[in-house]
């Protein structure tokens, strides 16, 4: 459901990036989509009008991500 999600978003030109699942969001391994808390009262909203489901929305500190250099 999260890539259909993200489709819609997509399309109501609504940032988010495909990720895995943060720790600290589930223990179990799958997909997330990443998004602006400011953007949420809309998303929630795209959620109920297209009937996506999903499994919870969490709420996460921002953390300074390092990637390493090719």
Known sequence: M???????????DIKAMISP????????????????EGDLPLIRQI????N????KIVSLARKEWKYRST
């Open 2 to 12: 999260g890539l259909r999600l993200k489709k819609e978003l997509d399309g109501q």
């Open 21 to 36: 699942t943060p720790r600290d969001a589930s223990k179990s391994c799958g997909i997330s989509l990443m998004v602006d």
């Open 47 to 50: 959620i109920v009008e297209n």
């Open 52 to 55: 996506i489901e999903i499994i």
